[in-house]
T-cell receptor, first 113, second 115 residues
Framework: GDSVTQMEGPVTLSEEAFLTINCTYT??????LFWYVQYPGEGLQLLLK?????DKGSNKGFEATYRKETTSFHLEKGSVQVSDSAVYFC????????????FGAGTTVTVRA | DAGVTQSPTHLIKTRGQQVTLRCSPK?????VSWYQQALGQGPQFIFQ???????QRGNFPDRFSGHQFPNYSSELNVNALLLGDSALYLC??????????????FGPGTRLTVT
């Protein structure tokens, strides 16, 4: 079935450092890909998405490009802030899975001042 | 404009008991999906309600059931609670049934502890 694999955390960075969180997927057909963020004590928020190959999703300085050839959707941010400390989830939805969201295990990111 | 709200915030139950969790979707949304998030894990899809019917279901036993009301709010019921049911239960609202997966809004969740 469809699945998502994220790089394991936790990840600890200093402010203004570059952040990359790797995400690869397995799916039948052409899934849509998402990054969600969960701040401490809160529910999930959609950070960005991409619905077809080579699409780039972006929001709040974060970017991810849908790479069909490498089945990847890596999340990047050029200069992180303390407020970016959160758990980040990669997810996919596809027609073959009736558009049910499948999430990765999450990557905890801590940014230190 | 109120977002997705869930109640209660926290709940402690004993094995074998039954529990009901509640969700009010974001204004204008007609679809509610429920997820279980075990500690340190990603959310797992339980089921989705649209037009007062269960439209999709994940790999959860029949002990998990739900309901959607005419005002689009929803309940999640879990019978015969097991220790393994301890988790954060998330509700997400969207518009238009399965196509709403592209824009889901999550509530803060209900933390269920089974002792």
């Amino acid at each position: 079935g469809d699945s998502v694999t994220q790089m394991e955390g936790p990840v600890t960075l200093s402010e203004e450092a570059f952040l990359t969180i790797n995400c690869t997927y397995t799916a039948t057909g052409y899934p849509s890909l998402f990054w969600y963020v969960q701040y401490p004590g809160e529910g999930l928020q959609l950070l960005l998405k991409a619905t077809k190959a080579d699409d780039k999703g972006s929001n709040k300085g974060f970017e991810a490009t849908y790479r069909k050839e490498t089945t990847s959707f890596h999340l990047e941010k050029g200069s992180v802030q303390v407020s970016d400390s959160a758990v980040y989830f990669c997810a996919l939805a596809s027609r073959s899975n009736d558009y049910k969201l499948s999430f990765g295990a999450g990557t905890t990111v801590t940014v230190r001042a | 404009d109120a977002g997705v709200t869930q109640s209660p915030t926290h709940l402690i139950k004993t094995r074998g008991q039954q529990v009901t969790l509640r969700c009010s979707p974001k204004s204008g949304h007609d679809t509610v999906s429920w997820y279980q998030q075990a500690l340190g894990q990603g959310p797992q899809f339980i089921f989705q309600y649209y037009e007062e019917e269960e439209r999709q279901r994940g790999n959860f036993p029949d002990r998990f059931s739900g309901h959607q009301f005419p005002n689009y709010s929803s309940e999640l019921n879990v019978n015969a609670l097991l220790l393994g049911d301890s988790a954060l239960y998330l509700c997400a609202s969207s518009l238009g049934g399965v196509q709403g997966v592209y824009e889901q809004y999550f509530g803060p969740g209900t933390r269920l502890t089974v002792t």
